[in-house]
């Protein structure tokens, strides 16, 4: 799944959950994400020498359930009068009733997480309860719903569109993150639905007043159409269904980071598509990178900042950034950083599952960091994209789904940027790709550039903000490099796509899981 990912095909599900246990709890050095799905497991590593070691190692891991630990035990209250709950009972032939007894009266297994930030994919024993999704997806499931598809049982963290058949509702709350251990559930946990009348809920905690800023800050007199705080993002939560997230111009948000002397973590603001209006309170010192759109302090005529340059921001004073002319997404760091609240270890907003700071609205404000004491940096170029800009993609783990021809078709054809795309994925129109087989793909976990492809025959690549799962073929991967391209194409833009070969992953350049080797990767 390119140079810094790979996907382990597991015998079956309880296989899958025992190698992610045994990978998670091994120490590998260099080991960023480990996913279970229905049959596989996905690892991600920060070295393509780190994703040898890593693969080697599940490799050579004793196969089985042995390695699982048996997990906690969690019992889940349920009030079971879902809308589908009539269906499933025609479904499954047990009726209603039989279909709670069947769902309560079994030990479900937490198998893996994905498509939301706690949402966990559970397992029952018997199989009476293998149900299809439904037919057309609700636009919105409420948080808390107890749901039913394939051999799966799960309960939706928050409010979200979803297919899966609903029975019941509970008031439990499985991800939070004010808790020690934000999912209530984890990988191989046995899970207990109970039967209840009713629900205890308690009362929503109330939001905590925003402190006012006693120092330095920003205030958003006008943001655009999106403007979030981002910074490289929260990855190792994967397990958990938590996207990495983090700017999807990585490249662009580290040269604004460097022009005004910040360290590499330090948050920063994308924006998309420009007109984004801030006013500093105290004096700043400010750099704008990425996509090309005039800029102005009118509180200062006859001068205006420069693109990829840094500069001095005075008290009171306002910086307009006016719609971009190239590109997509502005970056605007600040000397200090934005310093907002991280969540879960960072700044950024995940879009998807709401995590971190909401969109930005008029009348923010946004703390800055201490200064840094480093100097600001020289001006470097930044590379402009050509009118149809060229992607690496490295092949697989999927394509076997397809025919030769439809691999081809992707490589040789020009795609258009979709304007349903977003942080989440980007969506292509162009001629529709084929598959040579039919179904449901057993979810497994993705990463940020997986290339799926729907029914539809329309490719999606996924970005930053996308679910850990996906239940499509992924036609290829797009090196982690090229992701910027992406990031800086604006709706209607054409691109192709070009092979890339996949690394070796040679088994015998990694250790066992018994043994400890440290990390001696010269790469960078």
Do not use: K
């Not at 930005?360 to 001006?379: F, H, I, K, R, S």
């Not at 550039?449 to 996308?466: E, Y």
Request: aromatic share 4%; hydrophobic share 45%.
């Amino acid at each position: 799944m390119g140079p810094l990912a790979a996907l382990v095909e597991c015998a079956d599900l309880h296989d899958a959950v025992a190698l992610h246990a045994r990978l998670t709890t091994a120490g590998l050095p260099g080991l960023v994400d480990c996913v279970a799905g229905a049959q596989t497991v996905v690892v991600r590593a920060s070295t393509p020498a780190a994703l040898r070691r890593t693969v080697a190692a599940a490799l050579a891991a004793p196969r089985g359930a042995a390695g699982t630990g048996g997990g906690r035990v969690v019992t889940i209250d349920v009030v079971y009068d879902g809308e589908d709950l009539a269906a499933v009972g025609e479904l499954t032939g047990l009726g209603a009733d039989g279909v709670v007894r069947a769902h309560a009266g079994q030990e479900w297994t937490a198998a893996f997480a994905g498509f939301a930030p706690g949402f966990f994919y559970c397992v029952g024993g018997s199989g009476a309860l293998d149900v299809p999704r439904r037919e057309t997806p609700r636009t919105a499931v409420p948080p808390g719903s107890v749901a039913l598809a394939g051999p799966f049982s799960a309960v939706y963290p928050r409010r979200s569109p979803g297919g899966w058949q609903l029975i019941g509702r509970t008031a439990e709350v499985m991800f939070d993150i004010d808790r020690a251990e934000p999912a209530l559930l984890r990988s191989g946990d046995r899970v207990r639905y109970r039967p209840v009348r009713e629900l205890v809920e308690l009362a929503p905690r109330p939001a905590a007043p925003a402190p006012a800023a006693a120092g330095p800050h920003l205030v958003v007199a006008a943001p655009g159409l999106q403007t979030l705080v981002q910074d490289r993002g929260r990855p190792g939560s994967a397990a958990l269904g938590v996207a990495p997230s983090g700017a999807l111009d990585d490249v662009a948000a580290a040269a604004a980071n460097r022009l005004v002397g910040n360290g590499p973590d330090a948050a920063v603001l994308e924006n998309l598509l420009g007109r984004l209006t801030l006013t500093a309170a105290g004096d700043q010192v400010l750099a704008v990178t990425g996509a090309r759109a005039s800029l102005d302090v009118p509180g200062v005529p006859g001068w205006r900042p420069a693109h990829g340059v840094p500069f001095a921001l005075r008290d009171g004073e306002q910086l307009v950034v006016g719609a971009v002319e190239t590109g997509a997404r502005v970056y605007v760091g600040v000397r200090g950083g934005l310093a907002v609240p991280p969540v879960l270890g960072s700044r950024s907003a995940d879009t998807l599952a709401g995590l971190g700071p909401a969109p930005l609205a008029a009348g923010d404000v946004l703390p800055v960091g201490a200064d840094p004491g480093t100097a600001v940096q020289a001006p470097a170029p930044e590379p402009r994209l050509p009118a149809v800009p060229s992607v690496r993609v490295v092949p697989g783990p999927r394509d076997d789904w397809f025919p030769p021809s439809s691999v081809e078709a992707f490589l040789a054809q020009e795609w258009q940027l979709s304007p349903d795309s977003d942080r989440v994925g980007a969506r292509l129109t162009g001629a529709p790709l084929e598959r040579t087989r039919t179904g449901e793909l057993p979810s497994e976990g993705t990463v940020p550039g997986s290339v799926q492809v729907p029914p539809s025959g329309l490719p999606v690549v996924f970005l930053r903000d996308a679910p850990t799962t996906g239940g499509y073929p992924v036609l290829g991967v797009v090196h982690p490099e090229d992701l910027t391209v992406l990031a800086q194409l604006r709706p209607g833009q054409r691109l192709r796509f070009t092979r890339c070969p996949a690394p070796e992953l040679d088994p015998e350049l990694g250790p066992r899981l018994d043994t400890d080797v440290p990390d001696t990767s010269q790469e960078p």
